[in-house]
Each structure stands twice: as C-alpha cells, then as structure tokens.
C-alpha cells in the first residue's frame, strides 16, 4: 500500500482520497488479506481518517491454550494535526507531566501519510484483551493428584527427586 503524500490531497477533488483494502499487513499475521477502505480527508490544519476493515487472526486461548480463530473488524475514524513541528525530536524526561492537549497524532504538513501503518495499528486497538476460544472455556483440565494431564515425562526426575524430600 502507498503512502498518501499530504499536499497532494489538496489536488484531489474534494481533498479526499480514498483507498480500498485487499492485502497482508506488514507484522500483523493473518489468516486472510485485510479487506476495506481508507478514506483520508485534507481539512486544512488536520487530516480527518476514517477506515473500515477486517480480518481473520490466529489467537491461543489464555485459560486452555489451544489455538483458535477470530474475526477483527475495524470501523474506526480518527483526526490527525498537521504541525510544522510534527517531526523535530522532543527529548521528554520520563518525570515530565504532558498536558491532555499535547496527547494527540501530528504529522508535518509535508510529509505522507501510511495507510498500512495506521490501519495496523487500528487492528491492534481492536485485539481482544481477554483471548478465551468461548466465555465457558473450563481451561487446563487437572486430574486428582493436582498435576497437569497429560503428564510430562521430562518432570519425572523431579518428581522423584521431591519424592525423596518428603
């Protein structure tokens, strides 16, 4: 996917270009090609972004570990400043307060715009927290000696080694 170059938006009728999806993002694995559309608006001091999207990810259930799959889908619109200042280097001590007004995406006026990297981090927002393959998922199952089954033979040595402990 190309990179928008900001001023020649202004060119486009009605300083809107719009961009549909049928391709793999760059770092984000994937069973199907991202499908969708990026629209992205010149509004003069601001860019106005909007996109839909979805795909299909492989994810492993936190409570019994198996793999499953899951549909992510995107309907998401965001503004974005445009600052000469966008791209000079801020040193930010770690003990610094930032304002609520200085926590929002700038770009410089002259720079492009990545559709891929921004609809990549779109889906990233939108990855569930909580993985689980069914909210009634019973996780690991554990048999009456508390150990996990099926049993692993590398942990025989130990479990005899504690056998001599006890």
Known sequence: MEAIYIPGLLKLPAHTEVIEVNECLAGLETLTPVRGRVQV???GNYLEV???????ITLTCHRCLQQ???RLTVDTSELIWLDESAEQPNYVPLDREI?????????HPQSNFEV?????????LVMPLQQLCAQECPGISVNEQGSLSPKDR???ALESFKGKLL
């Open 99 to 107: 304002p609520l007004e200085d926590l929002v995406e700038t770009l």
């Open 41 to 43: 608006t010149h509004k």
């Open 68 to 70: 499953y799959n899951h």
């Open 50 to 56: 909007s996109g839909q999207g979805s795909t299909i």
């Open 154 to 156: 590398r942990w025989e």
């Open 116 to 124: 891929d990297t921004w609809l990549y981090e779109q889906l990233c």
